[in-house]
């Protein structure tokens, strides 16, 4: 029978809960993992994210992955598809890429994902409409490095939030919200006003220490995000 990334959570959750690993210990790597379950790694990271996602194991690039000292309650904030979310809400979804290009990953791009000099990116302008208004606007940079397929990539029908979701997972994600005013490039986009308050999320996702992507998503006045414990 094909192991699941339910059983490996399930088994690893036992085994702290019996205390055959106690708090502080060091977990096993995902490599050591995935031989002892007989197992794809990416099953076992699946398993460890969930882990860590409900506050069970704490992981650290570098450092590895331990048992907490005492378990947390983390909100959880899933990546969602773009177009599920809107049409979740009973509204028609649309789809525009504004613009493409190829281009040296920018000095503020290679410090925040740490990337190398002269590392090339893809980089699209997109939006996201809901019943015909604007829903949000996507400004996403993809590492052509870990995807060199993203080149090639016809993202003029399928949205890169779409496209990345079947075409690669993530072992860490860092998110970041914030609140702003619209200038003058996002007013076009959003159909607001310049000044108007614009709801901002920053999201930069790595596989295996790797960065993938960079992405900053703006939503105009009244968006409502929700997260569960």
Request: proline share 5%; net charge positive; glycine share 6%.
């Amino acid at each position: 029978m094909k192991v699941t990334y339910r059983d490996v959570k399930t088994d690893i959750l036992s085994k702290i809960t019996k205390g055959e690993w106690g708090p502080g210990s060091l977990v096993p790597n995902e490599i050591e993992l995935a031989g002892t379950y007989g197992c794809a790694r990416a099953t076992v990271n699946r398993a460890m994210r969930e882990l860590a996602d409900d506050g069970i194991i704490e992981r650290r690039r570098k450092a590895g992955t331990r048992v907490r000292q005492s378990p947390v309650r983390q909100a959880r904030f899933d990546i969602p598809l773009v177009r599920r979310e809107i049409e979740e809400k009973g509204a028609q979804y649309r789809y525009s890429l504004v613009s493409r290009s190829v281009v040296a990953a920018p000095d503020w791009l290679r410090a925040r994902l740490k990337l190398p000099i002269g590392c090339r990116v893809v980089h699209l302008v997109c939006m996201h409409y809901a019943d015909g208004d604007p829903y949000q606007h996507e400004d996403r940079w993809i590492n052509l490095a870990v995807l060199p397929q993203a080149e090639t990539a016809d993202f003029a029908v399928t949205g890169p939030n779409e496209w990345l979701v079947a075409t690669i997972p993530f072992s860490d994600a860092e998110i970041s919200f914030s609140a702003g005013l619209v200038d003058l490039d996002l007013s076009q986009y959003l159909a607001s006003k310049i000044g108007d308050p614009v709801f901002t999320v920053e999201r930069s996702t790595w596989w295996e220490g790797q960065a993938v992507t960079y992405v900053k998503l703006s939503y105009r006045l009244g968006h409502r995000m929700t997260t569960r414990y």
